[in-house]
């Protein structure tokens, strides 16, 4: 498994390179066979954002891009915080697989960890059914924030193709293009 570590706003040290390195190690033990890791460690530079430094994990391989963003006033605590939480993300994923490839196999689910607590699969439990209009992505955040929504589905006036506009942990907005 290649291990990238890059740094934005930070010089990586040895140190933060090696502490990386050894916790992101740690998910290859877990067993979806990832090709890749990237560590992107980033400093804001805004003094108003007291969790400034970040840390974002990108998992690829054969099976699911995992993505985990953490931070902290501590980079070496971001990099844990995201590891543990893709660690959560492979467990759930392993639990899906098993669950719906080869039935509940008692033997294969990743134990929870000490002090971790098994969580009920989510569940669907209301389906919305929406006619969708074509209009820009423009007006589309518009309608969105006028419904007081994260997010919402419509046809891209320009493309014709299906689009999600959706809010962003940074406040700004995110398109969705499914035209491919």
């Known amino acids: 498994m290649q291990i990238v570590v890059k740094g934005k706003n930070i010089e990586v040290t040895e140190s933060l390179r090696r502490h990386a390195e050894q916790k992101v190690a740690k998910l290859g033990k877990l067993g979806l066979g990832f090709k890749e890791v990237e560590v992107k460690l980033e400093v804001e530079k805004n003094p108003s954002i007291q969790l400034n430094q970040k840390a ?3 998992l ?6 995992l993505r985990a963003e953490e931070a902290d006033r501590d980079m070496y605590i971001a990099v844990d915080k995201a590891v543990a939480k893709l660690q959560r993300q492979i467990k759930k994923y392993h639990g899906k697989q098993i669950g719906r490839s080869h039935g509940q196999v008692p033997g294969r689910r990743l134990p929870a960890e000490e002090g971790e607590e098994e969580r009920a699969e989510p569940t669907i439990v209301r389906t919305k059914t929406i006619s969708i209009k074509p209009m820009t992505p423009e007006e589309a955040a518009l309608q969105m924030e006028m419904l007081g929504h994260d997010f919402y589905v419509f046809t891209n006036s320009d493309t014709g193709s299906a689009n999600v506009v959706y809010r962003r942990n940074d406040g700004d907005y995110g398109l969705i293009d499914t035209s491919g």
Not at 60 to 65: A, C, E, S
């Open 56 to 58: 974002e994990v990108t």
């Open 60 to 65: 690829f391989g054969n099976g699911p891009l």
